[in-house]
Structure formats: structure tokens, C-alpha cells
T-cell receptor, first 113, second 114 residues
Framework: RKEVEQDPGPFNVPEGATVAFNCTYS??????FFWYRQDCRKEPKLLMS???SGNEDGRFTAQLNRASQYISLLIRDSKLSDSATYLC??????????????FGTGTRLKVLA | GAGVSQSPSNKVTEKGKDVELRCDPI?????LYWYRQSLGQGLEFLIY????????KSGLPSDRFSAERTGGSVSTLTIQRTQQEDSAVYLC????????????FGSGTRLTVV
């Protein structure tokens, strides 16, 4: 099983739709969770952290389910500019005894006019 | 600097040559990471440095790859005897710590081996 798994998509949704992505992780000791956004041929950029109690930033809501070991990202009222690849990131204990971040391969979203 | 700086932004090299890629992290960030991304693919972890701890080299694909971080700041990724399959975008990122803090990525070095 991969350490971090995402549905690659693409998710094609009309403008104004609500769309949700899930990401599962295998390491129950993971402590930090993030969603990143990557536009075509650009570097990933931090979208939001994911907190245990769930958190919201405008149209974006992130949630963590520790029992089932997944995180989710909900985007409401989708805009054309939301079209991108969304990367799930989870930290995991590395062989040197310190934590490192593991990236999922990303879920591609296309918002259609 | 204000962000993570990588140089060069583009590098074309002949197969068999050595290349050095440079990363200048955000000042004060103790954690520094190297990833690579082939066209249309996800991020592949290469190596990371955390403060004075021994680096985690578990992602380096072969012994042709090595990296150093001098003085806890600038890092250099070296690829010896480059092969065509090394062609990719090499991304560097830094973070204040590895728990609770997200990364900031540089804009990457696009390496093409011909």
C-alpha cells in the first residue's frame, strides 16, 4: 500500500459546483497534514493545513479523519481558476528518526465554463 | 531572501556529464528537501536535511546522486554521469520544521539530458 494515495482524476465539474477529494494515508503516527495546489508547469503551493477539528478558508474546507486515516478537501462554488492538481501531503517518520513529508500524486481538477 | 531560490532555472546537458543544482532556502528554515517531478508525474522524494541531523537519503535513485547542505543553509544536488532518465524538474523546498509547518517550494530547475 502506498503511504499516501489519491484518486488521480481528472474531476471535470461545471462552474459553481461543489467537489470533494479524499486522500488516504497509511502511517497512523502521522501528525501533520496539508493540501497543496499545483498549476501546470509550476511548483506546488501550500493551499491549507488540515487540523483535527476541520478548518475552512473561504470556499475551501479541509477535514481529517484519524480513525479511518484519510483527509478530505471540499471546494464549494468552483471557479475556473480552481483548475489545478491538488496534492495531499502527510508527514511520516523517516529512517533518521525525524519526520519528512510524503506527497500524494495529486488529483486533477478541471472546472468547465 | 523572501522565497526559496533555485539555480539554474533551466539546464541542458549532454549525457554523461555531471551537473550541480543549487538551492537557497528561506532564511531560518531548518528543514530542506529535494524532490523531482517528471512530466505529468507526481513528486518523487530524493533527500532531506533537518538541522544538524544526518540527512535522509532514502529517496536518492542511485549513487550518481548526492547532495550537500553547507552551513545549514545553501544546498547543492549533484548528479554524476547524467542519463536521459534524469531529465525532470528538480524542486527544492524549505520549512521551518518538519512538524506542523508546510513547505515553500522554489520554482525548480528543469534539467534536460540530451
Amino acid at each position: 500500500r502506498k503511504e499516501v494515495e489519491q484518486d488521480p482524476g481528472p474531476f471535470n465539474v461545471p462552474e459553481g459546483a461543489t467537489v470533494a477529494f479524499n486522500c488516504t494515508y497509511s502511517n497512523s503516527a502521522s501528525q501533520s497534514f496539508f493540501w497543496y495546489r499545483q498549476d501546470c508547469r509550476k511548483e506546488p503551493k501550500l493551499l491549507m493545513s488540515v487540523y483535527s477539528s476541520g478548518n475552512e478558508d473561504g470556499r475551501f474546507t479541509a477535514q481529517l479523519n484519524r480513525a479511518s486515516q484519510y483527509i478530505s478537501l471540499l471546494i464549494r462554488d468552483s471557479k475556473l481558476s480552481d483548475s489545478a492538481t491538488y496534492l495531499c501531503v502527510v508527514n511520516a517518520l523517516g529512517p533518521s528518526g525525524t519526520y519528512k513529508y510524503i506527497f500524494g500524486t495529486g488529483t486533477r481538477l478541471k472546472v468547465l465554463a | 531572501g523572501a522565497g526559496v531560490s533555485q539555480s539554474p532555472s533551466n539546464k541542458v546537458t549532454e549525457k554523461g556529464k555531471d551537473v550541480e543544482l543549487r538551492c537557497d532556502p528561506i532564511s531560518g528554515h531548518t528543514a530542506l528537501y529535494w524532490y523531482r517531478q517528471s512530466l505529468g508525474q507526481g513528486l518523487e522524494f530524493l533527500i532531506y536535511f533537518q538541522g544538524n541531523s544526518a540527512p535522509d537519503k532514502s529517496g536518492l535513485p542511485s549513487d550518481r546522486f548526492s547532495a550537500e547542505r553547507t552551513g545549514g543553509s545553501v544546498s547543492t544536488l549533484t548528479i554524476q554521469r547524467t542519463q536521459q532518465e534524469d531529465s525532470a524538474v528538480y524542486l527544492c523546498a524549505s520549512s521551518l520544521r518538519t512538524v506542523g509547518y508546510g513547505y515553500t517550494f522554489g520554482s525548480g530547475t528543469r534539467l534536460t539530458v540530451v
